[in-house]
């Protein structure tokens, strides 16, 4: 069925050329007048978001002056109280015994004077579960009003931050006591997240925004082609993204005052230490603080998916790869920006992933015998859920979100943990002479990986093998891709269209 998309402006339901309308009788679809104050917006209700939608924060009729840049950045402590079960590798047999260094949720909170705003958080955990949405959206909406497309979240991914569920606990045969920690460690996180949000907001003044790019070379695509198939291992040859994008934030007397940097990486130098840390991406932005005081780094994870650090597993590996990373935005800041204007328009879809047809039953119930734990508990609970032959899971709601600044800079961020074939994909699609293009993953719902078609058909660790340790029925359909390309270019273009007639 063709799904229209709902662009909210002046109260009008706009229809993108070639797509169908929804029929208002159509019963998948339900739609709920705002308040009357807000009556520019429509609010979508679903249990489980399986539609595509879009808000967009152009608001017309507010573009008479040229605007204001407007930003305030701050950072604050997720470092768990006591110790925790780390989450990221299943071969830890203990909680964690230590820190070897901090890690913070960082906020930068932006709006270009024309009542439009977007509020960046980066966490330093692997995942953003959606119960840890939930939590931080409705805190967001509560404490400061914040509406779920102003807010994009992002995931550092170090495999060295506690677990943040209590399901993955139970999922991973753990003992349900550190499920129960897991859960009091999300409220603690929720409060500071609201904390960071708050002091993001309260810390705005005028400044530019500039945007730059350096390379570094310190990932290597990890999915190897062997004689059995692929396995996870450097490959040299494989495709790789070395981009990265630069954001600098300065006050009018030119103080830095925020950087956001990318990068498409796994963030795992390190192996399986039970030491809290933030690997090297943390590395990274506590080098760059310590070189610009008073400076707030933000590291926005690109689609690292297939990517790993090289080199990496050594003790000391995670602090080098930071040192490089940092010097590549170091280079970024040292290079002739380009400006932007202030102009910020936002948007949002959850797009809906279909998964493959289930296995046979009778495969299920051998896999539910296996001696591998990850794998009969991956097949008891699926034959628990699915019981009946014919059982198709429910797609899953993959946010997309899109930002654009400025009128030339589009960033695009994808939940999940995306290969790094969609990066390469959206910078080549998009990309113009007179627009730049950044692409994140890991942002705003991550608990699965989003593999491309290329790599799902090849199978392997992101295709197919990962989904027993994500809780996830099965890999995903084929199509999934072009759902998630073309849910980027309905939102780019229709933000293009409108921000051309402003």
């Known amino acids: 069925m063709a799904i229209s998309r709902l662009l909210i402006s002046d109260s009008r339901m706009l229809r993108v050329k070639g797509r169908s309308r929804i029929k208002p009788d159509d019963q998948l679809f339900k739609f709920v007048r705002a308040k009357k104050a807000d009556s520019s917006t429509m609010a979508f209700q679903s249990p489980f978001f399986s539609l595509c939608f879009c808000l967009t924060l152009a608001i017309p009729g507010l573009a008479s002056g040229q605007g204001q840049w407007k930003a305030g950045a701050s950072k604050v402590l997720i470092t768990p109280q006591k110790p925790a079960w780390m989450a990221g590798y299943a071969a830890r047999t203990g909680p964690s015994d230590g820190v070897l260094t901090d890690i913070h949720a960082r906020a930068l909170a932006l709006g ?71 859960d009091e460690y999300v409220d603690f996180l929720t409060g500071q997240v609201d904390a960071v949000i708050g002091k993001a907001l309260a810390s705005q003044t005028n400044v530019t925004i500039a945007y730059s790019s350096s390379r570094c070379d310190s990932s290597m695509n990890r999915r190897l082609p062997t004689a059995s198939g692929f396995r996870l291992a450097p490959n040299p040859n494989g495709p790789v993204d070395h981009e990265v994008p630069v954001l600098r934030i300065e006050t009018a007397e030119r103080k830095l005052i925020g950087v956001v940097f990318g990068f498409a990486c796994h963030n795992t130098a390190l192996g399986p230490t039970r030491k809290i840390n933030g690997d090297f991406a943390g590395y990274a932005q506590r080098k760059l603080e310590k070189d610009n005081p008073d400076t707030v780094a933000l590291f926005l994870t690109g689609c690292g998916g297939d990517q790993d650090p090289s080199p990496r597993r050594n003790d000391d590996d995670a602090e080098a790869n930071g040192m490089t990373l ?126 491309s078609r290329r790599v799902l058909l090849e199978g392997g660790y992101e295709g197919t093998e990962a989904v027993i340790y994500q809780s996830l029925p099965g890999p995903f359909a084929v199509e999934l891709e072009d759902r998630i390309i073309e849910s980027v270019h309905r939102q780019v273009d229709a933000m293009r269209i409108k921000d051309s007639k402003k």
């Open 326 to 451: 940092a010097a590549a935005v170091e280079s970024g800041l040292a290079a002739k920006p380009t400006h932007l204007q202030p102009w910020l328009s936002t948007s949002m879809e959850v797009c809906p992933l279909p998964f493959a047809p289930l296995p046979p039953r009778p495969d299920l119930e051998v896999r539910a015998k296996s001696p591998d734990g990850f794998v009969s508990r991956h097949a008891q609970w699926v034959l628990r859920q699915w019981p009946n032959p014919g059982d198709r899971p429910q797609d899953y709601p993959l946010p997309v979100q899109v930002v654009e600044l400025g009128r030339k800079l589009t960033v695009v961020a994808l939940g999940g943990e995306p290969v790094v074939d969609y990066s390469l994909r959206l910078k080549g699609e998009l990309r113009g002479a007179d627009r730049m293009v950044w692409v994140a993953g890991y942002s705003n719902l991550v608990h699965a990986y989003v593999p």
């Open 112 to 182: 270009d004077g024309r009542k439009n705003r977007l509020v960046l958080v980066t966490l330093d955990l692997i995942e953003i579960p959606q119960t840890v949405r939930d939590a931080i959206l409705n805190i967001a909406s509560k404490k400061h009003g914040l509406k779920p497309v102003e807010i994009l979240l992002n995931v550092s991914h170090t495999h060295g931050g506690p677990m943040v569920s209590s399901k993955t606990v139970a999922d991973w045969g753990i003992d349900p006591v550190w499920g129960k920690i897991a």
